[in-house]
């Protein structure tokens, strides 16, 4: 039996594909786009699932979409009327996308898909729910949600056993945590439902100046979690800005426009909602584990991104284990809804060891073949090395001690926001110069915005404060004291960031300010090829750690194909590209030729 889950029409369109249960192939419409969060209908994402399993649209048993575009809508229109006439341009520039698709989801989808069968419309936080627990190792789990917003609800929680997930309790619209952080995301100048990640590494530049102001202005929080917004501060709610005069005048000035100075002040700003982020995260998971005596917690929605409030639910939160969904934004929404018809609606057994997930370590995209990317090389008379097996992980090892920045482009893509080791440019973590190197140099991305490490699986309690697995970069630990340097008095002194260039530990490259790191343990069962790599540095060096982040630049989604993967590697000062069992060595390729056509060059015919 086949199943289609589709998310589309807010952010991060994706598909996914569902064969008897298994998570067969999932994708967000970006990859192929390369528009960075899509959000368009995911025709190419669904082309390819489709032909993952050779199949077409007539032969799938059900489609799914992750959310009910009535109940939606229905929240849209009561939410203008309670504030009209403000907010009528913010409406009337909704509406026709509304009028023309959203509201003919069923017969769009049909259309679009060339199927003629059932479609199944889960709530949106059914689908996050099923997304956290359907492809964890638990048999029995709580659940907790938290995102903008879904059709009403923003933060959902409940308990799931076997093949059945059964909401509890709900908070709903205006109320909501996502909406919260993105409208200082917003305030501090980064893009909404894309720089939330800047506002989690900017954070431990600055001091927690606003975390009371937070807490009595803007959010009444309660002992469980809930809490109530203060409208008056904020927008979205009609306008097209997320934030309000009166929010501005609070914080002691207007919002920062993009590509301007940071301040010390934008510093304190994103330390404090971050820390009212992890303190709010906390109180709901100890919640949860009051109301529902579960030993596992899933998470998942976009807030569930926040990978420093997850590590902190790990170390402080009551519960034994915890797993969060790679894809945990509106992406993951269409593997949650076709696993939530599988199981849920469809009623089939679930059959697990409480140990491995059953999500193919999130290597569930497009893949290409030697003989593909040979190809694409030879077609456009690319200069490169074929390599064997062994010397693949040999030489990309050699390359990345003697600290070149290397392009790695191997077997499946990854689904999530995450590159995982098959999308991914890798460094040296121990050279001090790299952080810098690779921001500037190689993604062309604000200085102070940290790297994360990959490390092997049965090393990384020897550099890590963290005695678990961490495969799919959710969790953020502390580097181990015996690891770290102090810093003199003359660095402390330091204001900003210029205390990024101070040395703090052993792999400096990937410790962050506060002594943290964003941590993706590799295991040889999920990825064979990645981990030997990382073995043979290990051998060579004696450090089982290399710098692991997304193949792309900024403002620009992760490679796809062998097309991206040059693109990229061509337009940034990476030294080398390994595609396959292919080098490119970046002196000996010829000048790439950027006029308006570029891109088109090297385009699939």
Known sequence: MYILGISAFYHDSAACLVKDGEIIAAAQEERFTRKKHDYGFPEHAIRYCLAEAGISGKDLDYVTFYEKPLIKFERILETYLSYAPQGIVSFLKAMPLWLKQKLWMKEFIKDRVGFDGVIIFPEHHQ????????????????????????EWTTSSYGVAKDNRIEMVAEMKFPHSLGMLYSAFTYYLGFRVNSGEYKVMGLAPYGEPKYTDLILSELVDLKEDGSFRLNMKYFNYCTGLTMTSAKFERLFGGPRRLPETQITQRHMDAARSIQEVTEEIMLRMSRHVHAETGERNLCLAGGVALNCVGNGRILREAPFEHIWIQPAAGDAGGALGAALFVWYQYLGNERAVDGVRDFQKGSYLGPEFRNGEIAEFLESRNIPYSLLSDEEVVARTAELI????????????????????GNRSILGDARSPEMQETMNRRIKFRESFRPFAPSVLREHVSEYFELDRESPYMLLVSRVRSDRCRDMTREEEKLFGVERLKVVRSQIPAVTHVDYSAR???VDKNDNPLYHRLIETFRTRCGCPVVINTSFNVRGEPIVCTPHDAYLCFMRTNMDYLIMGNYLLDKKEQPPLEEDADWRRQFQPD
Do not use: C, N
């Open 127 to 150: 689908s996050h729910a099923a997304s956290a627990f359907y492809p964890s190792p638990f048999r029995s789990a709580a659940f907790l949600t938290i995102d903008a917003v879904g």
């Open 401 to 420: 001690a003697s600290e070149k920045v290397v392009g790695w482009f191997q077997g499946r893509m990854e689904f999530g926001p995450r590159a995982l």
């Open 519 to 521: 941590i993706q343990t």
